[in-house]
């Protein structure tokens, strides 16, 4: 059975840093692709960063700099380290297992909280 577990989530000032885990199990972790999203109230889920199983990176403009995705295939982790953090990145965090996992998995996620 496929299990996502996040953890590392937090109130944090403006400015500061967090570092989201997600332990996963239940499936070959170094052959999938993973990724983070994250959900604010009122707004749909939105991709903020995702590593392939060969460990290329992707991420939208609203993060790229600040954040970073990794992944320790030894320890069945996907990491998010998350800087230079601002109040609009206030969310919902959830891990993601993709390809070439039918169907796809979420984590149950962790809250992110920036205040200004």
């Known amino acids: 059975q496929v299990h996502l577990v996040e953890s590392g989530g937090g109130l944090v000032q403006a400015g500061g840093s967090l570092r989201l885990s997600c332990a996963a199990s239940?499936?070959?972790?170094?052959?999938?692709?993973m990724a983070w999203y994250r959900q604010a109230p009122g707004k749909q889920r939105e991709l903020v960063a995702s590593?392939?199983?060969?460990?290329?990176?992707n991420y939208p403009g609203s993060v790229k700099g600040r954040f970073t995705i990794s992944r320790d295939n030894a320890k069945n982790t996907v990491y998010l380290q998350m800087n230079s953090l601002k109040p609009e990145d206030t969310a919902v965090y959830y891990c993601?297992?993709?390809?070439?996992?039918?169907?796809?998995?979420w984590g149950q996620g962790t809250q992110v909280t920036v205040s200004s």
């Open positions: 239940g499936f070959i972790f170094s052959i999938n692709a």
């Open positions: 993601y297992a993709g390809k070439p996992l039918i169907p796809a998995y």
């Open positions: 590593i392939t199983n060969g460990g290329s990176t």
